[in-house]
C-alpha cells in the first residue's frame, strides 16, 4: 500500500531494540525503504505501461538485488528478470517484453495486453553487513478507452405530462469496464419516486413524466482511463397550460382592471406556459352572454370606439394535444381624467404666463431709466469739463455776438470755450459757471456802455 518496508516493521519496540543491538554489535544499522506511488496501475491495452519504484538506504550496499514477479489470479508467480547491480537476468520466456534498467527498481511493460492483467511483485536484497530485504505488490488492470456514446429516446414522438412515460438509454460503442452517469441541464439525475435507474446506470426510466422533467439531458460514458459525453437529446414533454396572465402597452393596471383614457388605444396580450403553444381566444361579457371578439395572443381596445365606459374582458387558452385549458378575466374602464389633467396644466400654465410677461417688462424699463440717467447730455458735459487740467495762463474767451447781448439766440448756438485767469477769484468765479449754454448766456455781463446810458 506504498508504505516503508523495513527489515523489521517499522513503529515496533522491538525492531527499536534489535537496531540498537545491531549498532552496538556492527557499528551500523541499515534500513532499506521501498515506496511506490499507487497500489494500484490502469493501463491501456496496446500502449506502454511503467510500474514505478522508489528505495533507499542508510549505509553503503556492495551488492543489489532487484527482482520482479507476476501473480496472476490460479496460477502460481512467475518470474520476469532479475538484477544484480548493473546486469539484467531477463526470461527469454516474454520475448524482452520487460525492461528494467538498474540500480532503478521501476519496470517497463513495453507493449501491454488483457494477459498482463494480475499482481506483479517487486522484491530487493541489499547486502552489506547483512542482508535485508523488501517487497512490494503492485495490481495491473487493463483497460479500453470509451468512445463517444450515443443516446435514445423511447418514444421519440413525445409524451403528455401525467400520463405517458420515458426511457433513455445510453451506450458506448467501445469501452472495458463502463460506467454511466445521467445529466440533466449538467446535473446529476438521482433515482426518486418517479425517475429509476438500470443497475449500471445506461437506462434511465421517467415514469410519469411531469413539466419539471423537461431539459436536456446527455450520457456520461467513462471508465479507469477514460471518458466521453454523448450529445443533448431533448425528450418530447406536452404540458399546459400554465400561468395564463394578461398585459397592456398601456394604461394602469390594479388587479384585474385596467384604465384608459378617452381616445387612447390599448394593446393587450395574453400568455401561458405550454408546449405546444396555445390557442387564445378573446371574450367579451355583457350582462349574461358572451361574444368572441378575436382569436390570437393580442388584442386592441380602442377606447373611443367602446360604447360603454366599463367593460368586461376574458382570456382564453386551450392546448389542443393535452386537451387542457385555461382563462382569466379583467375590466377595462375608460376615463377622462387623462384629458382633464392636462386641461388643469394648460390652465395653470396662463397666469404664470401672464406673471412672466409683466416681469420682463418691469426689467427691463427699469434698465431703461437706468441707462437713460446715467448717461445724460448735460451730466457727460459736466464730467468733460471737471476733468480738463488747469493751464497756468487761462483766459475766458467769450464770443462779441454774447458781450453784444443779442437778442437772437439762434446764433448763439455752437461750441464754447472758458479759459481760467491767473486770479484765484476768477477760479473760484469759474467754479460758479453754470455748465448748460442757456446759463452760460443768461450770465454774460452787459456792455459799459449800456449800464451807462440806462443811468443817464
Same mark, same amino acid.
Given at each position: ?9 517499522? *513503529? ?5 531494540? $534489535? ?10 544499522c541499515?534500513a ?18 511503467l ?13 543489489i538485488?532487484?527482482?520482479w ?11 520476469l528478470l ?15 517484453k520487460?525492461?528494467? %534498467? ?23 536484497n541489499? $547486502? ?11 495490481q495491473?488492470?487493463?483497460?479500453? /478507452? ?19 412515460n ?14 454511466y ?26 415514469a ?15 471508465? *479507469?482511463?477514460?471518458e466521453?459525453?454523448?450529445? !443533448? ?7 399546459? /397550460? ?23 388605444a ?11 403553444p ?18 390570437? /395572443? ?8 367602446? *360604447?360603454?365606459?366599463t ?5 382564453? *387558452?386551450?392546448?389542443?394535444v ?22 388643469? $396644466?394648460?390652465?395653470?400654465?396662463? !397666469? ?15 434698465s ?8 445724460? !447730455?448735460?451730466?457727460?458735459?459736466q464730467r ?21 447781448g ?25 467754479q ?14 452787459e456792455? !459799459?456802455?449800456? %449800464? ?5
Amino acid at each position: 500500500m506504498g508504505q516503508d518496508a523495513f527489515m523489521e516493521p517499522s *513503529a515496533s519496540p522491538l525492531a527499536v531494540f $534489535k537496531c540498537q543491538l545491531y549498532l552496538i554489535l556492527l557499528g551500523t544499522c541499515s534500513a532499506l525503504t521501498l515506496r511506490v506511488p499507487a497500489d494500484t496501475v490502469h493501463g491501456i491495452e496496446g500502449l506502454p505501461l511503467l510500474l514505478p519504484v522508489h528505495y533507499s538506504f542508510q549505509s553503503p550496499a556492495p551488492g543489489i538485488q532487484i527482482t520482479w514477479l507476476l501473480e496472476r489470479p490460479g496460477s502460481f508467480s512467475r518470474f520476469l528478470l532479475t538484477s544484480v547491480n548493473q546486469s539484467t537476468v531477463p526470461d527469454l520466456e516474454f520475448q524482452h517484453k520487460f525492461t528494467l %534498467r538498474p540500480p532503478n527498481a521501476s519496470l517497463l511493460i513495453r507493449q501491454l495486453h488483457f494477459s498482463d492483467e494480475g499482481h506483479y511483485i517487486v522484491k530487493i536484497n541489499v $547486502k552489506g553487513n547483512g542482508t535485508i530485504s523488501a517487497s512490494h505488490r503492485i495490481q495491473v488492470t487493463v483497460d479500453v /478507452p470509451v468512445t463517444k456514446p450515443l443516446v435514445g429516446s423511447e418514444p421519440s414522438s413525445g409524451v403528455v405530462e401525467h400520463v405517458g412515460n420515458i426511457t433513455l438509454t445510453c451506450s458506448a460503442l467501445n469501452g472495458t469496464r463502463v460506467l454511466y452517469l445521467w445529466l440533466k441541464d449538467g446535473q446529476p439525475v438521482h433515482s426518486t419516486s418517479s425517475t429509476t435507474l438500470s443497475p449500471n446506470n445506461d437506462t434511465l426510466l421517467i415514469a410519469p413524466v411531469m413539466r419539471g422533467d423537461v431539459g436536456n439531458y446527455s450520457c456520461l460514458a467513462w471508465n *479507469a482511463v477514460s471518458e466521453m459525453e454523448s450529445e !443533448p437529446i431533448t425528450p418530447t414533454i406536452y404540458y399546459g /397550460p400554465y400561468g395564463l396572465t394578461v398585459n397592456s402597452d398601456k394604461g394602469l393596471k390594479v388587479g384585474e382592471v385596467f384604465t384608459a383614457d378617452v381616445g387612447e388605444a390599448i394593446l393587450f396580450h395574453c400568455s401561458a406556459d405550454s408546449n405546444p403553444p396555445n390557442v387564445y381566444s378573446w371574450i367579451r361579457r355583457g350582462g349574461n352572454t358572451t361574444h368572441i371578439v378575436k382569436h390570437g /395572443p393580442h388584442f386592441e381596445v380602442v377606447s373611443d370606439k367602446v *360604447a360603454r365606459k366599463t367593460t368586461d374582458y376574458m382570456c382564453r *387558452a386551450y392546448n389542443n394535444v393535452t386537451g387542457k385549458g385555461d382563462e382569466t378575466q379583467f375590466t377595462v374602464i375608460i376615463t377622462s381624467i387623462g384629458q382633464e389633467k392636462l386641461m388643469q $396644466k394648460e390652465s395653470s400654465l396662463s !397666469p404664470l404666463a401672464a406673471i412672466t410677461a409683466v416681469s420682463l417688462f418691469v426689467i427691463i424699463s427699469m434698465s431703461l431709466l437706468f441707462i437713460w440717467k446715467k448717461y445724460q !447730455p448735460h451730466k457727460v458735459l459736466q464730467r468733460k469739463l471737471d476733468s480738463r487740467p488747469s493751464v497756468e495762463h487761462k483766459k475766458l474767451h467769450i464770443s462779441p455776438h454774447i458781450l453784444s447781448g443779442h437778442e437772437d439766440a439762434l446764433g448763439d448756438f455752437g461750441i464754447y470755450e472758458f479759459v481760467a485767469q491767473p486770479d484765484s477769484s476768477l477760479i473760484r468765479r469759474a467754479q460758479d459757471i453754470p455748465s448748460t449754454v442757456y446759463e452760460v448766456i443768461q450770465h454774460v455781463p452787459e456792455p !459799459p456802455s449800456s %449800464r451807462n446810458h440806462e443811468c443817464q
